[in-house]
């Protein structure tokens, strides 16, 4: 059974950092390409940054670059996105996202709210 979930959301102040986890379980890594999406009230779902297990080249969206950064542990089968130097402008749910490269399905995980106050 294939899951995800998320963790490590909550309220910071601008400027500060938060880590969010994306533990994964039920999938073979090599054949999925993980990422993170956000989507604040109001606004539609878009992308954050993505990470392919093999051989681990990462994306991100221009408004994020040099302060995220997405990365994976297989030990502890979990997919990671840093975030540093928060801006009230990165609150939103965070999802955690598998894409299947074969098959081009998707599944997602539950969200973790990020909240940043200025």
């Known amino acids: 059974q294939v899951q995800l979930v998320e963790s490590g959301g909550g309220l910071v102040q601008a400027g500060g950092s938060l880590r969010l986890s994306c533990a994964v379980s039920g999938l073979t890594f090599s054949n999925f390409r993980m990422g993170w999406f956000r989507q604040a009230p109001g606004k539609g779902r878009e992308f954050v940054a993505r990470?392919?297990?093999?051989?681990?080249?990462?994306y991100y969206a221009d408004s994020v670059k040099g302060r995220f950064t997405i990365s994976r542990d297989h030990a502890r089968n979990t997919v990671y996105l840093q975030m540093n130097s928060l801006e009230p402008e990165d609150t939103a749910v965070y999802y955690c996202?598998?894409?299947?490269?074969?098959?081009?399905?998707?599944?997602w995980g539950q969200g973790t709210q990020v909240t940043v106050s200025s």
């Open positions: 990470i392919n297990w093999n051989p681990g080249s990462t």
């Open positions: 996202n598998a894409h299947n490269l074969f098959s081009n399905s998707d599944y």
